[in-house]
């Protein structure tokens, strides 16, 4: 049987990348919230409307817009088969809806966490810089540049640090995090759909033991 496969992970977890090997190695079509949402900005129907007028009003996208957007995205051919899901469910009642889309599309859902310390998140987002010029991600405490602030390949730029990934604003999305998904891994795992991977290793083999699973 076909599957959705839903991948979990804080920010800074490494879930984005994997869901996009399992997109590049296997064809089985990354599905990102914040692509969905950005794609929403820019779309002119009737739901990408309604979206646009939430955003507009600084009120947050409701679970059944959400739920609305996802099903729309995945009713498309590319997705007719297994797929992943990048960013969705969020919440306990978020899940509750995708049954009800797995059983509309006929697939079974299979939950896989990327499990990372909360130590080491933190020093993954608040050690992150980047070169303006090609985009090189470095890390000052795991991938330090050869001169300290700038790129190797760009020696004149100075590599940026985005703003929120200070260490007041990382913590409060890892416990954000934290306390959004909990319910998430109960609902679950209660129902022994949810597998976990160390996310701790090298991304080829956390890629392996996802690959393993699914």
């Not at 059944?64 to 306990?92: H, M, N």
């Not at 987002?125 to 303006?132: I, K, M, V, Y």
């Amino acid at each position: 049987m076909d599957k959705i496969i839903v991948l979990i992970g804080a920010p800074g977890a490494g879930k984005g990348t994997q869901a996009r090997l399992m997109d590049e190695r296997r064809g089985i079509p990354q599905i990102s919230t914040g692509d969905m949402f950005r794609e929403m900005k820019k779309a002119d129907t009737p739901l990408a409307r309604e979206v646009q007028e939430t955003m507009a009003s600084g009120k947050l996208i409701s679970d059944d817009l959400t739920y609305q957007i996802v099903r729309e995205r995945t009713s498309k051919p590319d997705t007719a088969g297994t797929y992943v899901l990048d960013g969705y469910p969020r919440t306990a009642v978020q899940a509750e809806q995708l049954e009800q889309l797995a059983v509309e599309q006929g697939k079974e859902i299979q939950a896989i966490e990327v499990d990372v310390p909360q130590d080491e998140l933190f020093k993954r987002l608040t050690g992150r810089r980047s070169c303006p010029v090609c985009g090189e991600i470095y890390n000052i405490y795991s991938r330090p540049p050869k001169s300290e602030g700038f790129c190797d390949d760009h020696p004149d730029a100075k590599l940026d640090h985005r703003a929120d990934d200070n260490e007041d604003s990382v913590r409060t999305r890892l416990d954000t995090y934290k306390t959004n998904t909990e319910p998430l891994l109960a609902y679950y795992e209660r129902s022994g759909r949810l597998k976990k991977v160390d996310g701790t290793g090298e991304i080829e083999d956390i890629y392996g033991l996802i690959e393993d699973l699914i």
